[in-house]
């Protein structure tokens, strides 16, 4: 194969990962947005926008509890760890630090995302998102038209 080939074959790889990428990023968006419209959510098209989707996601769950300690305002907190990790990525000790909490936090909301509408299935349907990320866009975008399972927890705003 010639060099043109591989640069070729390359730029073709990476450009349908890209498309997959874009697919995936629509299924978890548009699962979070519909999710969100039947919560009434105000503001739920933020579910389009990178970081601040999480705020969706704090919204849809009712609290994200890490071992006792009950994390407050959790809306907030998850796009806010994200964009702390962006702003102190490049610090040694400190960037770590935020990328392990933004990644524990996200974690622990999809969890109680698929607690409140999967029950007893949300430990696996973590594990597998976390295993296979695909996973958990492909969740979320077919939980999308289900009820929550506490329906007197709904999350109105």
């Known amino acids: 194969m010639s060099l043109g080939g591989i640069f070729a074959l ?3 790889i990476i450009f349908i990962m890209f498309l997959i990428f874009i697919a995936l990023y629509l299924l978890f968006a548009f699962g979070l947005y519909t999710l969100g419209q039947k919560q009434k959510i105000e503001n739920n098209w933020l579910a ?3 970081v601040a989707q999480l705020y969706v996601l704090g ?3 009712k609290e994200i509890k890490l071992q006792q ?5 959790h809306e907030l907190v998850l796009p806010g760890a994200v964009l702390a990790y962006m702003i102190f990525s490049k610090v040694p000790v400190l960037g770590f ?3 392990l909490a933004s990644i524990i936090l996200t974690v622990a909301a999809i969890y109680y995302l698929y607690k409140r509408y999967k029950g007893d ?3 696996v349907m973590t594990v597998l998102s ?3 990320p695909f996973m958990g866009p492909v969740y979320i975008f077919n939980m999308r038209n289900d009820d929550p399972l506490d329906a007197e927890q709904k999350v109105i705003v």
Do not use: E, Q, R, S
């Open 130 to 132: 976390v295993v296979l």
């Open 59 to 61: 919204k849809l769950i």
């Open 97 to 99: 630090l935020t990328w």
């Open 10 to 12: 390359g730029g073709a």
């Open 121 to 123: 299935k949300a430990v």
């Open 69 to 73: 300690y009950v994390v407050p305002n």
């Open 48 to 50: 389009f926008i990178p």
